[in-house]
């Protein structure tokens, strides 16, 4: 009688190991987006962010609204993916364009107009210039390079002529005349990441 309810007693406990171990694989996650919405992120925890979401390329770096609003560009800065510049359409709330980009890191600015986007370009030590086109969309049009630069943070002068360039890995800032594609540099603090240009350029 005693070796039954020995035999019982580990013939439970086997089964109670069975069933934890099967709830346990029915309620694992994978890590990212799941059905409900929400994120698993690779710690095991789960994400809630409330506003509507919009997928683009890992490490989004920069980003700024056109001058109409109408557009939010997103360049994305990813060691491990394609970088890419997103276009996104702030009242559809949805992608409009997604252009391979090459090198990018952090700055990314309109015109006055809207017609004209700039990206910093990163370890390509160029500035990418993107025009509108008839459809709406963009297409990058010219680079004007500074090597050994890895631009980043970008700001238009005033008027519109003058694209200031933070110079990453120069310890400069760079004043483009965007006519001629000529620059002048300016030597500031080591590292330089961002430019803010009004009546005066911060860095």
Partial sequence: MALRLRLASKILILLSLV????????????????????????????LTPAGTHIEVSDRPLGMV????????????????????LHLIDTAARSMFQTIPIGDSFVGVAFDRTGGSLYVGGGRDNDVKI????????????????????????????????????????????????????????????????SVIASHRVYV
């Fill in 130 to 193: 993107l025009e509108r086109q008839a459809d709406g969309t963009f297409r990058q049009t010219r680079s004007i390079r500074i090597p050994g630069s890895a631009p980043s943070g970008l700001a238009l002068s005033a008027d519109g002529r003058t694209l200031y360039a933070a110079l990453n890995l120069k310890h400069s800032v760079a004043a483009i005349d965007l006519a001629s594609g000529r620059f002048d540099e300016i030597e500031v603090g080591s590292y330089p990441y």
């Fill in 65 to 84: 609204v056109s001058p109409d609003g109408r557009l939010l560009a997103v360049a994305t800065g990813s060691n491990f993916a394609p970088r890419s």
């Fill in 19 to 46: 069933i934890a171990a099967a709830a346990a694989v029915l309620t694992t996650r994978r890590v990212g987006v799941q059905l409900d919405g929400s994120i698993v992120i690779p710690t095991g925890q789960m």
